[in-house]
C-alpha cells in the first residue's frame, strides 16, 4: 500500500530548530511536498524535492533521501507564527499526491 | 501568480439542502482541479480529480451523486453538495496542479477552503 509517516505532534521553543520527519512509499515516485497549515485555512506551499539532497529556502530547508524514502523539514530560528501543522505529501507515478496526516508544531516562548 | 479563489469561505445549511462551492484560477489555466475534505485534526481525503470538459473521477467511497462536480471551463471547478447531512460538515478544500512553461509540474496551489456545517 501507499502511506506516509510523521509524528502526529512536536514542541519547540522559540528561536530554536526543529527538524520534523517524514518517511514515504508510494508505488512510484516524483517528488515529495511540504506545507503549512494554519487552523481552519487551507495549506500553503513549502517546499517540493524531486532530487536528492537539501534545498534551503530562507529560515526552512527540505531533504530528500529517494533510496531510504526519508524527508525532513528543518525549520530554523521558530518564531511563535510557525506554530501549524505542517503536512508532508508524496507524488507517486500516476501524479497522485499521497498525503501524510501531519504534524502539528507547537511554538513555546 | 496562480492562485486559486474559493468561494464561499463558509456555509450553514440546513439538513437536505444543496450547497455549491466555486473555485476559479485566477491567472492561469487549471487543466485539473482536484477537491479534498478534511475533518478536524486530519489530513487531506481526496474526494475527486476532475479534468476540464470531462467527467470527475471520484475516489473510492465518495459518492458521486451526491458530490457533484462540474469543471465546464479552464477557469471554474465547482462542488456541489447535494441534499446535506450532518455527517458532510468539514472543510472542502480545493486544489489545482500549476505547471511551469517548460511543461513540468511546479506545484499545486490550493483555495482558501470552504467550512461547510450542516444543521
Known amino acids: 500500500g501507499q502511506n506516509i509517516d510523521q509524528p502526529t505532534e512536536m514542541t519547540a521553543t522559540e528561536g530554536a530548530i526543529v527538524q520534523i520527519n517524514c518517511t514515504y512509499q508510494?508505488?512510484?515516485?516524483?517528488?515529495l511536498f511540504w506545507y503549512q497549515q494554519h487552523a481552519g485555512e487551507a495549506p500553503t506551499f513549502l517546499s517540493y524535492?524531486?532530487l536528492d539532497g537539501l534545498e534551503e529556502k530562507g529560515r526552512f530547508s527540505s531533504f530528500l533521501s529517494r533510496s531510504k524514502g526519508y524527508s525532513y523539514l528543518l525549520l530554523k530560528e521558530l518564531q511563535m507564527k510557525d506554530s501549524a501543522s505542517y503536512l508532508c505529501?508524496?507524488?507517486?507515478?500516476?501524479?497522485?499526491?499521497?498525503w501524510g496526516a501531519g504534524t502539528k508544531l507547537i511554538i513555546k516562548p | 501568480g496562480a492562485v486559486v479563489s474559493q468561494h464561499p469561505s463558509w456555509v450553514i445549511c440546513k439538513s437536505g439542502t444543496s450547497v455549491k462551492i466555486e473555485c476559479r484560477s485566477l491567472?492561469?489555466?487549471?487543466?485539473?482541479m482536484f477537491w479534498y475534505r478534511q475533518f478536524p485534526k486530519q489530513s487531506l481525503m481526496l474526494m475527486a480529480t476532475?479534468?476540464?470538459?470531462?467527467?470527475?473521477?471520484?475516489e473510492q467511497g465518495v459518492e458521486k451523486d451526491k458530490f457533484l462536480i462540474n469543471h465546464a471551463s479552464l477557469t471554474l471547478s465547482t462542488l456541489t453538495v447535494t441534499s446535506a447531512h450532518p455527517e458532510d460538515s468539514s472543510f472542502y478544500i480545493c486544489?489545482?496542479?500549476?505547471?511551469?512553461?517548460?511543461?513540468?509540474?511546479?506545484?499545486?496551489?490550493f483555495g482558501s477552503g470552504t467550512r461547510l456545517t450542516v444543521v
Open positions: 524535492n524531486v
Open positions: 505529501a508524496a507524488l507517486n507515478s500516476n501524479y497522485q499526491l499521497i
Open positions: 486544489s489545482a496542479s500549476v505547471m511551469e512553461d517548460q511543461g513540468g509540474l511546479y506545484g499545486y496551489t
Open positions: 508510494t508505488s512510484g515516485f516524483n517528488g
Open positions: 476532475s479534468n476540464e470538459g470531462s467527467k470527475a473521477t471520484y
Open positions: 491567472d492561469f489555466q487549471a487543466t485539473t
